[in-house]
């Protein structure tokens, strides 16, 4: 898996790699058991400090996105979620009411929105139904 981080984005680094990680999970890009960089090889190669990459982990982890095995490492879980449904309708939910927020700055209408949150739906589904044939 390669993560590519933004310095210059404003988002903590802990952040991106826990969206990295969740993204390429959600999408099939790492399967189920597959094992995540060991955290200081991982620190070296992006360039930050062990802590960034242990708290994107322990984040990750606390989220049910990966599994910590002593002595082996950190694996990506299978797709369930600890959340029941309510909960997790509950945290889509913010994460929309911030895209609308956004969209509503930057000025793109109702019908822009849905649209582009259609595509990019589909694009999501398409993704990973080609990782799924590999």
């Given amino acids: ?53 242990a708290k994107a982990y322990a984040e990750l982890e606390s989220q049910g996105v990966i599994e910590t095995v002593a002595g082996k490492g950190c694996f990506v879980r299978a797709a369930s979620s600890p959340y029941r449904k309510a909960i997790r309708v509950e945290l889509l939910a913010q994460e929309i009411d911030a895209a609308v927020t956004q969209a509503h700055h930057l000025m793109v209408d109702k019908a822009a929105f849905l649209r582009l949150a259609e595509e990019r739906f589909d694009a999501f589904e398409r993704q990973r139904a080609r990782a799924g044939e590999r």
Avoid at 23 to 32: E, I, L, N
């Fill in 1 to 53: 898996m390669r993560f590519q981080l933004n310095f210059k984005s404003g988002k903590p680094v802990y952040l991106q790699v826990v969206d990295q990680v969740k993204s390429a999970a959600a999408s099939g890009a790492v399967r189920p058991g597959e094992s995540l960089p060991s955290i200081r090889p991982l620190a070296e190669e992006l360039r930050v400090n062990r802590n960034t990459v």
